[in-house]
């Protein structure tokens, strides 16, 4: 089954303690996004990735951290976390991405992970 | 900057009922804009992709308009049923950052059997 998949989907952490979300598609996706979704604000990127070791941040970067080792995979790392960072997590993938000559095409979103940070 | 509106809020509909959700937009300058439905526990699911070329899409007892120079986007449920209650979320690609999506608040939809 073509899927994004994200763990975990729960967690509950304390303020500075480092910890890393995963994310993972199956689909050969060229491009991988990260979102988070709070109230009122609705959902904002926070880093993407045109394809395998190439980053860029999107809107709200700042106390995040991406890599892409591998097609497949696109960790988010949160070096130390602070309760402003509590929130609702979105990890997404598309065939392309921008560079390769057109737009974003359509979008497969993981389950989410609600983080909260005491 | 790019901004998306959504309107209304939320939406409470008898079982049946054909409804129109509205999404505006500020910059039509946009690669294509797609319709998403966000379930609650769940990820996001591409409901509608339509590119800024194409007027409008459908799927089922979905259709999409877009009228890019007017900013606006109408996403079109017929006979609604309960299992349609969800967040509809309308996210535009802009031609300034071809690399992310802009999102719209959302819709709450509602319907009552």
């Known amino acids: 089954e073509a899927q994004v998949t994200q763990n975990p989907r729960y967690l509950i952490t304390v303020t500075g303690k480092k910890l890393t979300v995963t994310c993972s598609q199956n689909?050969?996706?060229?491009?991988m996004s990260w979102y988070r979704q709070d109230p009122g604000l609705g959902l904002r990127q926070i880093y993407y990735s045109m394809n395998v070791e190439v980053t860029d941040k999107g809107d709200v970067p700042e106390g995040y951290k991406v890599s892409r080792k591998e097609k497949r995979n696109f960790p988010l790392i949160l070096e130390s976390p602070s309760p402003n960072q509590t929130s609702l997590y979105f990890c997404?993938?598309?065939?392309?991405?921008?560079?390769?000559?057109?737009?974003?095409?359509?979008?497969?979103f993981g389950p989410g992970t609600r983080l909260t940070v005491l | 900057k790019q901004e998306v509106t959504q309107i209304p809020a939320a939406l409470s509909v008898p079982e049946g009922e054909n409804l129109v959700l509205n999404c505006s937009f500020t910059?039509?300058?946009?690669?294509?804009l797609q319709w998403f439905r966000q379930d609650p526990g769940k990820g996001l699911t591409s409901l509608l992709l339509i590119q800024s070329s194409q007027r409008e899409q459908t799927s089922g007892r979905l259709n999409a308009s877009l009228d890019k120079s007017s900013g606006r986007s109408t996403l079109y449920i017929a006979a609604s049923q309960p299992g349609d209650s969800a967040t509809y979320l309308c996210?535009?690609?802009?031609?300034?950052?071809?690399?992310?999506?802009?999102f719209g608040a959302g819709t709450i939809l509602r319907v009552k059997s």
């Open positions: 997404a993938s598309s065939l392309f991405g921008w560079a390769s000559g057109g737009a974003l095409d359509t979008q497969y």
């Open positions: 910059d039509s300058a946009i690669y294509n």
């Open positions: 689909m050969n996706h060229e491009y």
């Open positions: 996210a535009v690609v802009p031609m300034e950052y071809g690399n992310k999506l802009v």
